[in-house]
T-cell receptor, first 113, second 111 residues
Framework: ETGVTQTPRHLVMGMTNKKSLKCEQH?????MYWYKQSAKKPLELMFV???????ENNSVPSRFSPECPNSSHLFLHLHTLQPEDSALYLC????????????FGPGTRLTVT | SQQGEEDPQALSIQEGENATMNCSYKTSINNLQWYRQNSGRGLVHLILIRSNEREKHSGRLRVTLDTSKKSSSLLITASRAADTASYFC???????????FGEGTQLTVNP
């Protein structure tokens, strides 16, 4: 887990708040990912960045805004979220964006009230 | 439609027994991967098997892949209480960066 870190680990926010999730990878990888994991549902891919360029946006609502300033850092900016957005948000990285093994962070448990 | 589906959804065994989990998928794949997730934590990569491979071993793990049946199995031998976790299969189709994950099998190993 120390290869990919995520902060905060837990976040409670109101629907009118603005917050950001942070992910950092120390593995020298070039691809980073945001996933959403809700109870009783498969892991949902949200965004993919490959060499700092967004290569995939899986029809994610605009209230989620990703940012990748460099290959080691990935942010997910949140604003005007809904209660159904409460979930575990997982960041992952891989050597490149070619379906190689992915290394996951511990996740941020988000609760929207 | 969902690419990877694990079976069973839940499995409870005694320590020392073997655990077998299955994964079925719908489209052609480039590789299939298995991951483990402890409760509320991130996923940990266990093993990757490519479409031209039929079997792979890693410690107490044995993975098989049958592309004709579009299925894979994960066998954990001599299970331990620490193996209690959710296990997910993920498929890569070779067309980009996306891995598609199944819903997972919840394995409980009782001491």
């Amino acid at each position: 887990e120390t290869g990919v870190t995520q902060t905060p680990r837990h976040l409670v926010m109101g629907m009118t708040n603005k917050k950001s999730l942070k992910c950092e990878q120390h593995l020298g990888h070039n691809a980073m990912y945001w996933y959403k994991q809700s109870a009783k549902k498969p892991l949902e891919l949200m965004f993919v960045y490959n060499f700092k360029e967004q290569t995939e946006n899986n029809s994610v609502p605009s209230r989620f805004s990703p940012e990748c300033p460099n290959s080691s850092h990935l942010f997910l900016h949140l604003h005007t979220l809904q209660p159904e957005d409460s979930a575990l948000y997982l960041c992952a990285s891989s050597q490149d964006g070619r379906e190689n093994e992915q290394y996951f962070g511990p996740g941020t448990r988000l609760t929207v009230t | 439609s969902q690419q990877g589906e694990e079976d069973p959804q839940a499995l409870s065994i005694q320590e020392g027994e073997n655990a077998t989990m299955n994964c079925s998928y719908k489209t052609s794949i480039n590789n299939l991967q298995w991951y483990r997730q402890n409760s509320g934590r991130g996923l940990v990569h266990l093993i990757l098997i490519r479409s031209n491979e039929r079997e792979k071993h890693s410690g107490r793990l044995r993975v098989t892949l049958d592309t004709s049946k579009k299925s894979s199995s994960l066998l954990i031998t001599a299970s331990r209480a620490a193996d209690t976790a959710s296990y997910f299969c993920a498929t890569g189709t070779g067309s980009g960066s996306r891995l598609t994950f199944g819903e997972g099998t919840q394995l409980t190993v009782n001491p």
